[in-house]
């Protein structure tokens, strides 16, 4: 019926503007575009009708398009939230959070409660550096009305301001109102950055058993049990990760970490070695397989496959200073002071507050007869001994930086 009038009716721009929306009602936006483009030529003070069209545009992904005729609309009807609700969604899309926000103000100050409109209007602000603003907006949301997106948001804009109980609650509200992946690892992170131990791994489980295929909730996990000193359990996981894609070095990172602190044989601590041998395109792998069989008795034989595996680690990435370390522990104990001494000092230019870096340099120095070598990198070492006096607490919270990537 409407295309039999479109065709008699060129010019109507209500009869364009209605087949246009039965289109886009049944996802048909390509053929809804022409009608809702004639419809506004044929009454350009429509606001209805740039609306429509913006709204068409935003779906067909072409945003600028939107924008204008989003514009347009909201020039023409400055009352209409939903109007003005879109516009400050096709700003975001355009990564121009300060008009989005602009945009969004003006909507809330029509629609005072509406839950979506006051948390995209936070996310505006967030994207500006803007977090006391943002945490404001939220707060106007009525309590039976947040979503878990919108705790999220708050939980990590008052960790941002430095309210980590607050942030911790919101995240918590987050995963009780959805416990999806990315709710329950937030709430992991967040637990790990305040060095709640025993919360994190109860929740890490958790996650972990909810979703069996999330490398990063193992991760957590993982590192949960190595911050509460459960060094057996936490290698237990990480060695159960190196089963991952060998191009992730996470895992493998973080097991050579945790066997550092395990005492005697450990069979998940002998994985890694195996998993070095297998994969020579993991760098950290090789470097942390190697450190293990150096501090461990060892035999000539062992000492030559642990410096093949840390050729390997070196020549997959020459910026590695663990790999370039435990070339000079090597080199040493083959009395090759000064191939020693030229890896130590790659070293310690990759790692100049490594403090045993220093210290075997310096022993290298003396070997060669360079006493004011030797006296400048022991003064370097007791400096970085003073940065130093808690390593395992400087582990883990390296630790969380990495999963904090991987959010």
């Known amino acids: 019926m409407l295309l039999r009038l479109a065709e008699r009716y060129p010019a109507n721009d209500q009869v364009s503007e209605a087949l246009g929306l039965l289109y886009a009602e049944g996802g048909e936006m390509a053929r809804a575009l022409p009608y809702l483009q004639r419809a506004c030529r044929d009454a350009p003070r429509s606001a209805v009708d740039h609306a429509n069209l913006g709204t068409a545009w935003l779906k067909l992904g072409e945003t600028r398009r939107a924008a204008a005729e989003l514009r347009i609309a909201a020039g023409l009807d400055p009352g209409n939230a939903e ?63 947040m979503s878990d997106a919108a705790e999220s948001l708050a939980g990590d804009l008052e960790e941002k301001l430095g309210h980590s109980m607050a942030a911790v609650a919101h995240d918590r509200r987050a995963a009780q109102l959805n416990p999806s992946e990315a709710n329950l690892y937030a709430l992991c992170v967040e637990l790990l950055r305040h060095w709640a131990w025993d919360d994190a791994q109860k929740t890490a489980e958790f996650g972990a058993a909810k979703y069996p295929g999330s490398a990063r909730l193992q991760l957590a996990l993982g590192v949960a049990l190595y911050g509460g000193k459960k060094f057996q359990n936490a290698a237990g996981v990480f060695a159960g990760l190196l089963q991952q894609p060998p191009d992730d070095a996470m895992a493998a990172e973080m097991l050579g970490r945790t066997c550092e602190e395990v005492e005697g044989s450990n069979a998940s ?40 595996m840390l050729t390997r680690a070196i020549a997959a990435d020459p910026r590695n200073g663990d790999a370039w370390y435990e070339t000079g522990l090597v080199d040493a104990e ?18 100049p507050e490594f403090g045993p870096g220093h210290l075997q340099l310096a022993k ?8 004011a070598d030797e006296k400048r ?8 001994t003073q940065k130093e006096k808690d390593e395992i607490d400087a582990r883990v919270r390296a630790m969380t930086v990495f999963l904090e990537r991987s959010q």
Not at 287 to 299: G, K, N, Y
Not at 334 to 350: G, I, M, N, P, V
Not at 364 to 371: C, N, S
Request: glycine share 6%; aromatic share 6%.
């Open 269 to 308: 601590c002998a994985r890694l070695e195996g998993f070095a041998r297998q994969h020579a395109d993991n760098p950290e792998a090789a470097a942390w397989a190697a450190r293990q069989i150096l501090e461990r008795p060892h035999s000539g034989a062992d000492l030559d496959e642990a410096d093949r």
């Open 334 to 351: 083959r009395s090759q002071w000064q191939q020693s001494a030229q890896a130590l000092e790659k070293a310690t230019a990759l790692r």
């Open 377 to 384: 990198e022991l003064a370097l070492f007791q400096a970085c």
């Open 364 to 371: 290298a120095y003396r070997h060669l007869g360079r006493p």
């Open 83 to 145: 109007t003005l609700s879109a516009l400050g969604q096709a700003y975001m899309l355009l990564h121009q959070p300060a008009q989005a926000g602009d945009a969004f103000a003006r909507a809330a100050a029509i629609a005072p409660h509406n839950p979506d409109l006051l948390y995209n209007w936070a996310v505006a602000l967030a994207d500006q550096g803007k977090a006391q603003q943002a945490v404001d907006v939220l707060n106007r949301i009525p309590g039976g009305a």
